[in-house]
C-alpha cells in the first residue's frame, strides 16, 4: 500500500505516500449519512426555485458525494426576504442579549452532541484530516458560539459629555441584515467565525458556504432551528460565487457583507456594494505571509513551524508561511533538517490516522497547485523535496519545498493555497523588514529569534494584521485576525468581530441649569 516517492530534484528529498483510494488500498472511513442537501430559508430547507443541483466531489476519489440544491439570485431573494421580516418584525434582534446568548449555547451544545457525525461531513468534503477536525475544526465550532455567546449581553455605548449644554450616549445597534461568504479551506470554523458573532448582536443573515463544502453548513442550519433560533434568523443558500454570491453583494435589501476568500472575488464584492446600497463590507482575503527565521533560531523549532505553518490542511490556508526567508548562518542546516524531516511525511487518505496531508479540496485546485509548481521549475528554483502529484485516484500532491527562490519569481508573489514552500536567504535585520513587507498582501507574518531587540523590532516593523513570534498559526477566539494592503480590512474573532455586525448611534440631548459643564 505503500511507496516511496523521489522529490523532483534538488537534495532529492522522499516523500512518503499511502493514498487509501489508489487500488486495492483499504477504506479508513465510514460514509456519513447526507442528510440535508436543499437550501435552508426561513426556518426549512426547501428545494432551489429553478429545481436545478450541482455535485459535491469526495476530494480523495473524484466521485460525487451528494447532488446538493444549487441557489440562484431568486431563492437569495427568497432568504433576504426571510431574513428582512425576522430583522425588522421578529424577536431575535429584540430579546435581551442574554436570551440570545442562552440560545446559542444550546447550539453550541448540539454541535458537540453532533461532532462525530460532522466531523465526518467536514473531512468528506473538503479532504481534512480525520484526526484533527474533530479537535481543531468542529471543536472551534463550539468555542466560538460560547465565546460569542457570552458576548451577547455585553454589547454596550459610551457616556459623552459635549460642550456647553448637551450630553449624549451611544448606541450600538444590530446593522441588519448580514451576507456571509464563507470559504473552503476551513468551513465549518467559518461558518461559525462569521456567524456566531452575528448572532450575538442581534442580526439575522444570509449564509453562502463554498460550492465545494456545503454539507455542514446545512447540517449547521439544521442544529439551529433545533437550538430554538427564530426562523429567518439564519438562511443558508448553496450555491456558486458568480450567481448566489453575486446576488448576495449586490442586494438592496442586505446591510453589510462579510467575505473570506480570494483577493480578486474581495474586489468583485466591493464594486457589487458600490453599485447596490453602498453596503458596508468586511473582507479576509489572500496571502503570502512571510516566516523569518534569525542566526540564533532553535532548527528543529524552526523547522517544525515551518512544516506546520505551510503543509497544515495541505497548504490551504490563507496565512500559510509560503515564504521562509532565512539568515544566511543557519540556512543550510535548515535545509538539511527540512529535507531530513519531509522523508516521514506521509500523503494519502486523510481518514488514515497515520497520514499528514490529504488531497487538496478539488480538481481546480489540485490543477491550480499543480500549475504554479510548474511556474517554479521554468523560473528557475530547485525542488528539494516533492514537486510532483502523487496517487493513482483523487487529488492528492506532494509536498513541495524550492530552493534557489528569488523575490521576483511567480511562486514567491501569488498566493498558491497550496502546500508549497519557498526557501530564500536574507543577512540583515534591515533586508529582512525590507523583503517581508515587499509584498501586496498583509495578512500575518512569523518571527523567530531569541534576541528581543530583533523580535521587538521586526513586530513592529512588519505590517501585517498578526505577526507569530517564536510560533505560528496558533489561533484563538479572543486574538482578532484579519488583514492589511490587499489581505483585506475587518476583523475576525475576537470582540473587534461585533464591530462589522453594529452600526453605532449617537443620540444629543440637551442638558438644562446642571450645576456640572
Request: proline share 4%; hydrophobic share 40%; aromatic share 8%.
Amino acid at each position: 500500500m505503500a511507496s516511496e516517492r523521489n522529490g523532483g530534484g534538488g537534495g532529492g528529498g522522499e516523500v512518503r505516500a499511502e493514498n487509501g483510494n489508489g487500488g486495492g488500498a483499504v477504506s479508513f472511513f465510514e460514509m456519513p449519512e447526507i442528510r440535508f442537501t436543499r437550501l435552508f430559508i426561513d426556518g426549512g430547507f426547501v428545494d432551489a426555485v429553478s429545481g436545478k443541483t450541482f455535485e459535491t466531489i469526495d476530494p480523495r476519489t473524484g466521485d460525487v458525494i451528494a447532488s446538493i440544491a444549487e441557489g440562484d439570485k431568486e431563492d437569495v431573494d427568497l432568504a433576504v426576504r426571510a431574513a428582512r421580516e425576522a430583522f425588522d418584525h421578529g424577536k431575535w434582534p429584540r430579546m435581551a442579549g442574554s436570551e440570545r446568548g442562552k440560545i446559542m449555547l444550546k447550539l453550541a451544545d448540539l454541535v458537540e452532541q453532533h461532532a462525530e457525525e460532522l466531523t465526518r461531513l467536514e473531512c468528506l468534503d473538503a479532504g481534512k484530516l480525520l484526526a484533527v477536525t474533530r479537535t481543531v475544526d468542529i471543536g472551534t465550532c463550539g468555542s466560538t458560539l460560547r465565546y460569542f455567546a457570552g458576548a451577547a449581553d455585553k454589547i454596550h455605548g459610551e457616556t459623552l459629555k459635549m460642550s456647553g449644554q448637551f450630553q449624549a450616549h451611544t448606541l450600538r445597534e444590530p446593522v441588519g441584515v448580514a451576507g456571509l461568504i464563507i470559504p473552503w479551506n476551513f468551513p465549518a470554523i467559518m461558518f461559525f467565525t462569521k456567524v456566531a458573532p452575528a448572532m450575538a448582536a442581534g442580526c439575522a443573515m444570509v449564509v453562502k458556504p463554498a460550492e465545494q463544502t456545503p454539507l455542514t453548513a446545512l447540517y449547521f442550519a439544521h442544529l439551529a432551528k433545533q437550538a430554538g433560533v427564530p426562523d429567518g434568523v439564519i438562511n443558508v443558500i448553496t450555491g456558486f460565487g458568480p450567481t448566489a454570491g453575486a446576488a448576495i453583494a449586490s442586494h438592496m435589501d442586505v446591510d453589510m457583507v462579510s467575505f473570506t476568500g480570494s483577493t480578486e472575488v474581495g474586489r468583485l464584492i466591493m464594486e457589487a456594494s458600490a453599485r447596490s446600497n453602498l453596503k458596508p463590507v468586511s473582507l479576509e482575503l489572500g496571502g503570502k505571509s512571510p516566516l523569518i527565521i534569525f542566526d540564533d533560531a532553535d532548527v528543529d523549532m524552526a523547522v517544525d513551524l515551518a512544516i506546520n505553518g505551510n503543509f497544515f490542511n495541505k497548504g490551504e490556508v490563507c496565512v500559510a508561511a509560503s515564504r521562509v526567508y532565512l539568515q544566511e548562518g543557519i540556512y543550510e542546516r535548515f535545509e538539511k533538517k527540512l529535507a531530513e524531516r519531509m522523508k516521514s511525511w506521509v500523503v494519502g487518505d486523510p481518514f488514515d490516522r497515520r497520514v499528514n496531508q490529504g488531497p487538496q479540496v478539488d480538481k481546480a485546485q489540485y490543477e491550480r497547485v499543480l500549475g504554479y509548481i510548474g511556474h517554479g521549475k521554468r523560473e528557475g528554483a530547485t525542488v528539494l523535496t516533492g514537486g510532483k502529484p502523487c496517487g493513482l485516484k483523487g487529488y492528492y500532491i506532494e509536498p513541495t519545498v524550492f530552493t534557489d527562490v528569488k523575490d521576483d519569481m511567480i511562486i514567491a508573489k501569488e498566493e498558491i493555497f497550496g502546500p508549497v514552500m519557498c526557501l530564500m536567504k536574507f543577512r540583515t535585520v534591515e533586508e529582512a523588514i525590507a523583503k517581508a513587507n515587499d509584498t501586496r498582501y498583509g495578512l500575518a507574518a512569523g518571527v523567530v529569534t531569541k534576541d528581543i531587540d530583533i523580535a521587538n523590532r521586526m513586530t513592529r516593523s512588519i505590517r501585517a494584521g498578526v505577526v507569530w513570534l517564536n510560533c505560528y498559526l496558533i489561533m484563538d477566539g479572543d486574538c482578532p485576525l484579519g488583514g492589511r494592503k490587499m489581505s483585506g480590512f475587518g476583523k475576525d474573532a475576537g470582540m473587534h468581530a461585533l464591530d462589522k455586525f453594529l452600526a453605532v448611534k449617537a443620540v444629543v440631548t440637551p442638558v438644562y441649569d446642571s450645576p456640572w459643564l
